[in-house]
Every structure is written in structure tokens, then in C-alpha cells.
């Protein structure tokens, strides 16, 4: 009798957890608003559909698009003034980005390992800010322009010396 119930409330489980709808059937659509071609037999009798590939090498494709110029603007210690020997750097980015509006980038601010946590933190973010000011005042969308901080959690280079802490004083352009 107990195991009659068993095997009744599994069966029971298990065409409850079935559905009427057929996965083929269902029509998909694109974030357009079109329909997406449904799938077709081929003459082996599988499934088969028409897929594009999809190339998900953006660093090589913006690599190619993106300005030769440095993507690295240095500062100060303690500071976050655009430096005026980074300037034409920054216009040559600017240049590019207002010829290829559909272009984004991603300013990081970086400091050096003095100071604690959270002055680094917003010390990168006052200097990627600064960059992304002067993309702004060039004509660059507000849009393709984005400014994050890692304070000093990303270093270029370790080590305690000037010449080390002064590469990690930074703000990197990273192209999206």
C-alpha cells in the first residue's frame, strides 16, 4: 500500500513538472522587435537554423579602431591636475571618440599604495574624472564616457620606490 503511494505521488510530481508547449513553436524575438527565424529540418531530419557567427574579439577589433596615442595619463603625487604634457594625448582620444560616436571608454583611476583605503579610492576618482572632464570640455557625449576608481588596488608595478609609485599614479583609457 505505501509503496502504491510512492510511485502514484512521483507520477503525479512528474506530469505536473511536463508542459504542453512545444520549445520549436515558440516564436523568439529580437531586442528589434522582428522575428528570428525558426528552426527547419534538414534532410537528416535534425534541427537546423540559420546562425551567424559572432565575433567576441572586441580588444582586437577596438585595438585596430583606437588612436595610437597612449591610453595612459600620469599625475602627481597627491593630485589629480591633468598634467599638461598628457594634454594632447587626451585631444587625440577626443578626436577619435567625437569622429566614432558609438565609441565607449572606461577611464580607471589609479593611485599609489600611500594612503589608506578610502582616500585612494576617491584620489582615483577625482583623477579619472579629470580625464573624463577634459574628453567632455573636447566635445566627447557624456554618454561615452564612463569613470570608475580602483584606488590602489590595480598596480602598474610593485615595489616602494619613486619610480614605481609614480606608474601607478594613473589613469588608463580602456575602450569598450
Known amino acids: 500500500m505505501r509503496n502504491v503511494f510512492i510511485v502514484s505521488s512521483i507520477v503525479i510530481l512528474l506530469s505536473a513538472c ?16 522582428t ?25 582586437g577589433l577596438l585595438a585596430a579602431k583606437a588612436p595610437a596615442a597612449s591610453r595612459i595619463i600620469y599625475f602627481d603625487y597627491d593630485s589629480f591636475a591633468v598634467r599638461p604634457e598628457f594634454q594632447s594625448q587626451i585631444e587625440t582620444h577626443a ?3 567625437n569622429t566614432n560616436k ?11 599604495e600611500r594612503g589608506g583605503r578610502e582616500y585612494n579610492l576617491a584620489l582615483g576618482q577625482k583623477r579619472a574624472e579629470a580625464v ?21 588596488e590595480k ?10 609609485m609614480a606608474k601607478n599614479r594613473r589613469a588608463e583609457l580602456s575602450y569598450r
Not at 511536463?18 to 516564436?27: G, N
Open 132 to 152: 573624463r572632464q577634459s574628453l567632455k570640455l573636447l566635445g566627447v557625449a557624456d554618454s561615452q564616457v564612463e569613470a570608475v576608481s580602483f584606488g590602489k
Open 102 to 112: 558609438a565609441t565607449r571608454v572606461v577611464v580607471e583611476g589609479h593611485t599609489d
Open 95 to 97: 578626436k577619435f571618440m
Open 35 to 59: 522575428p528570428v527565424p525558426q528552426t527547419s529540418t534538414d534532410t537528416n531530419g535534425a534541427n537546423t537554423r540559420a546562425v551567424e557567427s559572432v565575433s567576441t574579439d572586441t580588444t
Open 155 to 164: 598596480p602598474a608595478a610593485v615595489g616602494a620606490s619613486e619610480d614605481v
Open 18 to 33: 511536463s508542459s504542453a508547449v512545444k520549445l520549436d513553436e515558440v516564436k523568439v524575438e529580437d531586442k528589434m522587435g
